[in-house]
């Protein structure tokens, strides 16, 4: 309970202890002392800042409350309720809040009848806002209610629980995609290995293993999605070609969007915007969450695109209920939200507007109630022409004749790279974990021209292999392997810069080759 609810009670519970002693009495002197009793308990009243009201308890033939009868409020109450004091008095509950949970009535009425006081929180939808609320009884079947309006503090609550669960939903999409590209990376590279080893006259496998390998590159992309929703990295402007950046977006939405929405997508081939990928995603993504909202019983969503002297315009439309003046002037406002309470945060539009600035671009809205809204995205032109690169036949993996120590927890990754590397003329050292890296190190120290680790493993994970070599004599190479970004890597602990890094999940030509980058390259730990 509120110190201020406390002593409010002990201080109207003795003045009514006075005024209910004082009635009992008839003579001059109790009278005076009466008066000067209700003058103070109005003093009292009208000087509170919380909200209080006086009541007596309305029951049924058969004892149970049903109602109660405002019999006095101070001016605190109609500013904390938005109800006129004046219009209250001497009405019950019922007849100026029709819809009032009944709840609020149960409560009240165990306080008046029993006499023990209670303390609690409550929404009140009539009045769509919240409430701490002391109530206790100064005689039986009446009750004083002392109250504060806490629903600023209630909304902030429930966006600190939307932003810790965005917060753990990331690191939990991080962990994902880690484990995920784990697996890919198995696949990708068992799938090499059988691959090289085929007859070429066996073209059913060979297709059905390009396949495979499709499906892999398909599965990495979305590890590269998870990755990228979990980062907390400063935005990263790219040229990026609008078409199949709204046609991957359209594609994701009309698999999660009701059957009766339409979506339409008209935007011409070979325009390049000057944004970050993944955050323009994210905005479509949210102005399309709110065009479903807009349109309950279905309705077309449209995104075009229109070509301007110094910008483009991406437009989004939807066909539904649409806006007030009013509220598309607040849209933008932190945590302001027309979503009913729990369905929405009001910060999925302030998040659009600041992606936008961020890209050097601006935002414009119009809408209309029944006439739908239509948000116009100005986006920045690309300043050069997006490179579009050529396929290429596949490059030979380089050999070599170097020592590599290789860890990784995984065994099926440790034994398809022994066996590729060994091939290619490379002498391979393997560990499952960082303890036994470091120490097979050290007993060939002379002899290592390279570590290769995963950077998440048992006992001692690849960043603290890296920190105990990085300042041995002489300098040793390192190339460092992970599924999580390495911008993550290094905000995760460690002290110093990234080594020469290969994302997962590779395949077995990719890692080849990094590995022959890395050691033909002067920088070492």
């Given at each position: 309970?509120?110190?201020?609810?406390?002593?409010?009670?002990?201080?109207?519970?003795?003045?009514?202890?006075?005024?209910?002693?004082?009635?009992?009495?008839?003579?001059?002197?109790?009278?005076?002392?009466?008066?000067?009793?209700?003058?103070?308990?109005?003093?009292?009243?009208?000087?509170?800042?919380?909200?209080?009201?006086?009541?007596?308890?309305?029951?049924?033939?058969?004892?149970?409350?049903?109602?109660?009868?405002?019999?006095?409020?101070?001016?605190?109450?109609?500013?904390?309720?938005?109800?006129?004091?004046?219009?209250?008095?001497?009405?019950?509950?019922?007849?100026?809040?029709?819809?009032?949970?009944?709840?609020?009535?149960?409560?009240?009425?165990?306080?008046?009848?029993?006499?023990?006081?209670?303390?609690?929180?409550?929404?009140?939808?009539p009045l769509q806002r919240d409430y701490e609320v002391t109530a206790f009884s100064p005689e039986r079947g009446k009750f004083i209610v002392v109250f504060d309006d806490i629903t600023d503090r209630k909304r902030l609550e429930v966006q600190l629980y939307h932003a810790q669960r965005m917060e753990a939903l990331g690191q939990l999409a991080g962990g994902v995609a880690h484990e995920v590209s784990n697996v890919f990376a198995i696949i990708a590279a068992v799938a090499e290995s059988i691959k090289d080893g085929l007859p070429p006259d066996a073209p059913r496998l060979h297709q059905d293993l390009e396949e495979l390998l499709a499906a892999v590159q398909r599965g990495s992309f979305i590890s590269q999605k998870l990755r990228s929703f979990s980062r907390r990295d400063p935005l990263v402007l790219q040229h990026v070609e609008l078409q199949p950046a709204i046609e991957e977006i359209t594609s994701l939405l009309r698999r999660v969007m009701p059957p009766d929405l339409v979506i339409d997508t008209r935007v011409p081939e070979g325009v390049a915007v000057q944004v970050d990928y993944g955050a323009l995603q994210q905005i479509l993504l949210n102005l399309a969450n709110n065009a479903r909202d807009s349109m309950p019983d279905g309705g077309t969503l449209s995104i075009t695109c229109q070509l301007l002297s110094d910008r483009v315009c991406v437009c989004v439309r939807d066909s539904g209920v649409g806006m007030d003046q009013a509220t598309v002037d607040r849209m933008f406002d932190p945590f302001f939200t027309t979503k009913p309470t729990g369905a929405g945060t009001g910060l999925g539009m302030p998040v659009v507007q600041r992606l936008m600035r961020e890209f050097g671009g601006t935002i414009e809205v119009e809408s209309h109630l029944g006439a739908g809204t239509e948000i116009r995205l100005y986006l920045p032109w690309a300043t050069s022409p997006v490179q579009v690169e050529q396929s290429r036949p596949p490059r030979e993996p380089p050999r070599g004749h170097e020592t590599i120590l290789f860890a990784e927890d995984e065994a099926a990754l440790r034994k398809v790279a022994k066996q590729t590397l060994e091939k290619l003329g490379y002498r391979v050292l393997l560990a499952a974990d960082g303890e036994e890296a470091l120490q097979l190190f050290y007993a060939h120290e002379s002899e290592i021209d390279l570590v290769v680790s995963d950077s998440v493993m048992p006992r001692i994970d690849g960043i603290e292999v890296y920190e105990a070599l990085k300042r041995h004599e002489p300098p040793i190479r390192f190339l460092l392997v992970s599924g999580y970004a390495p911008e993550q890597l290094a905000k995760s602990g460690a002290p110093g810069s990234i080594p020469p890094f290969l994302q997962k999940p590779w395949s077995l030509g990719a890692m080849t080759h990094r590995i022959r980058e890395v050691l033909d390259n002067a920088q070492t730990c």
């Open positions: 309970m509120k110190k201020s609810h406390a002593k409010l009670e002990a201080e109207l519970q003795r003045v009514q202890a006075e005024l209910h002693e004082c009635r009992q009495q008839q003579s001059p002197l109790l009278q005076r002392q009466l008066e000067q009793a209700e003058r103070r308990y109005d003093d009292l009243l009208a000087h509170m800042r919380d909200g209080c009201a006086l009541h007596e308890i309305i029951c049924d033939e058969r004892g149970r409350p049903v109602d109660y009868r405002f019999l006095s409020v101070n001016a605190a109450f109609g500013r904390l309720t938005g109800l006129d004091p004046a219009e209250v008095m001497g009405k019950t509950v019922r007849e100026v809040l029709p819809t009032l949970e009944r709840s609020w009535i149960e409560k009240f009425g165990t306080v008046a009848m029993t006499g023990v006081p209670m303390h609690f929180e409550q929404h009140s939808t």
